[in-house]
């Protein structure tokens, strides 16, 4: 029966996220059941994309993008997969009526991954949209179960939030970013150095982000508000702990914050929704 394949790729793409992201895989267990399989089919299709660009060496990256694209289209207007994350990814974007022109987004990004781009202002802000801002909103629309008018209400602030997520994440993955894929995102820094002041700019462009994006988490349905702080709560440690890092501390180490805290900002934050203050 197709339902067990639909089941079985559900459980497929779960396990992406329990893999790939503990902290992520935290937060969707914080979203309410009827939702976080179809976040977890995102997360799924995008961890694998992302996986193509950055480790699969050795391999034609540009094919076997290009076929993942192209599967991904063919899945969508088949409403099948016989890979499952894809299974489970067109499921979502059906059943929510996900806007194509995100995916097709997120795949120009990952297309930039795949060259030696020097980033502008205008090429960094592209990557971003792409790379970050269209997945929250992928998400956006299972959290408000595809309600257009909430979608809108909402959208600037899910679009902060995952440019914040990702500027994080540019500034935790420094080291590997430069030494090992040879990327430089941020378009006002010199590829072999950081300065202190580079570092501070970088940090008070995600805080103002950070500081939007937390209106908007508040806004958000009940279904999907703790699981969004969850995460939200688990960025803000890591940007508190790079903030105490030196320049040239990132550039030798990737930021971590341990498993058994991970656990601690989940019960602080199960509490802080349950009184309402956020």
């Not at 914080?30 to 977890?40: E, G, N």
């Not at 806007?99 to 781009?117: K, N, R, T, Y």
């Not at 257009?148 to 970013?177: C, H, T, V, W, Y």
């Not at 999907?224 to 550039?251: D, E, M, P, Q, W």
């Amino acid at each position: 029966m197709k339902i067990l394949f639909d089941d079985y790729s559900k459980w497929a793409s779960q396990n992406v996220t329990k893999t790939y992201s503990t902290s992520f895989y935290i937060g969707v267990k914080a979203l309410d059941k009827k939702i976080r399989s179809d976040v977890h089919a995102i997360y799924g299709f995008v961890r694998f994309a992302d996986e193509i660009v950055d480790s699969f060496h050795g391999f034609d990256k540009n094919q076997l993008l290009e076929e993942f694209k192209a599967e991904t289209f063919k899945s969508i207007e088949r409403k099948i997969s016989l890979n499952p994350i894809l299974n489970s990814f067109q499921a979502t974007v059906t059943k929510y009526n996900i806007d194509h022109a995100l995916i097709e987004q997120f795949f120009h990004s990952m297309e930039m991954d795949l060259e030696e781009v020097e980033y502008t202002k205008k090429k960094y802000d592209e990557y971003i949209l792409g790379s970050a801002e269209v997945v929250g909103l992928m998400c956006l629309k299972i959290f408000v179960l595809g309600d257009k008018k909430e979608f809108q209400k909402l959208k600037p602030f899910a679009m902060k939030l995952g440019s914040s997520f990702q500027k994080i994440n540019f500034l935790r993955d420094l080291k590997d970013d430069f030494y090992d894929l040879g990327r430089n995102y941020f378009p006002y820094l010199d590829s072999d150095e950081l300065t202190a002041e580079d570092k501070m700019k970088i940090e008070e462009e995600i805080q103002s982000e950070f500081d939007e994006a937390l209106l908007g988490i508040k806004m958000l349905p009940k279904s999907a508000r703790f699981g969004v702080y969850v995460s939200y709560k688990y960025y803000s440690k890591l940007l508190k702990k790079i903030k105490r890092k030196t320049a040239k501390n990132l550039l030798n180490e990737r930021i971590r914050i341990a498993d058994e805290y991970k656990v601690l900002i989940f019960v602080k934050s199960y509490f802080r929704n349950y009184i309402n203050i956020l």
